[in-house]
């Protein structure tokens, strides 16, 4: 089955105290994930981001396996992000506009990662910018044909952003197909 899963997170509306606390952080990481915060790598990045992040990638792989397994429940402790790696010289990403989009991510910084759930394993590409953290995974490393869009939403609504970001996503594939007729139904699950 061809997939994808993805997540946005919108750094701003977070709350950081809340995510700092072990009370909320601990139903997110595990204790090994945990310690992955303790490598190196991570010295420059806030711990509130570094638990968004590991939640975008959770999220992202339970999108993938929910296709697959429609009665597949969403508890970030039960998915595992076993690895994430940070570019030597990495920097946070900088949105200049209110749009942004590319094919792959080789011309971009990403972390890149790998999760699992069950004996399902996929892999991440994520971009952090000061703003949003935005995971992708895949079955596979390669991320060349995967397409990835941003855009700014002026409202906080949620079916307001749910009907925004669709209609970002079918002008994108009628482009793609060359079709004006394409509609994104949801899925019952």
């Given at each position: 089955?061809?997939?994808?899963?993805?997540?946005?997170?919108?750094?701003?509306?977070?709350?950081?105290?809340?995510?700092?606390?072990?009370?909320?952080?601990?139903?997110?990481?595990?204790?090994?994930?945990?310690?992955?915060?303790?490598?190196?790598?991570?010295?420059?990045?806030?711990?509130?981001?570094?638990?968004?992040?590991?939640?975008?990638?959770?999220?992202?792989?339970?999108?993938?396996?929910?296709?697959?397994?429609?009665?597949?429940?969403?508890?970030?402790?039960?998915?595992?992000?076993?690895?994430?790696?940070?570019?030597?010289?990495?920097?946070?990403?900088?949105?200049?506009?209110?749009?942004?989009?590319?094919?792959?991510?080789?011309?971009?910084?990403?972390?890149?990662?790998?999760?699992?759930?069950?004996?399902?394993?996929?892999?991440?590409?994520?971009?952090?910018?000061?703003?949003?953290?935005?995971?992708?995974?895949?079955?596979?490393?390669?991320?060349?044909?995967?397409?990835?869009?941003?855009?700014?939403?002026?409202?906080?609504?949620?079916?307001?952003?749910?009907?925004?970001?669709?209609?970002?996503?079918?002008?994108?594939?009628?482009?793609?197909?060359?079709?004006?007729?394409?509609?994104?139904?949801?899925?019952p699950h």
């Amino acid at each position: 089955m061809l997939s994808t899963g993805n997540d946005i997170v919108s750094l701003n509306a977070v709350n950081k105290t809340r995510t700092k606390q072990s009370v909320f952080y601990s139903k997110v990481l595990s204790h090994t994930e945990k310690k992955l915060f303790d490598k190196t790598e991570f010295k420059n990045m806030p711990f509130e981001n570094f638990v968004w992040l590991l939640w975008s990638v959770k999220e992202s792989v339970y999108k993938y396996l929910q296709r697959i397994m429609p009665d597949l429940l969403f508890s970030p402790i039960k998915f595992t992000v076993n690895d994430v790696q940070i570019p030597v010289r990495y920097k946070v990403t900088t949105f200049d506009t209110t749009q942004t989009e590319g094919l792959g991510f080789n011309n971009m910084t990403v972390l890149k990662g790998s999760a699992t759930y069950g004996s399902d394993t996929l892999y991440s590409s994520s971009i952090m910018s000061d703003e949003l953290i935005l995971s992708v995974v895949n079955h596979k490393e390669n991320f060349e044909n995967v397409g990835w869009g941003v855009k700014l939403i002026e409202k906080n609504d949620p079916d307001y952003q749910s009907a925004a970001v669709r209609e970002f996503l079918i002008k994108k594939l009628n482009i793609l197909f060359g079709t004006d007729d394409l509609a994104i139904c949801k899925n019952p699950h």
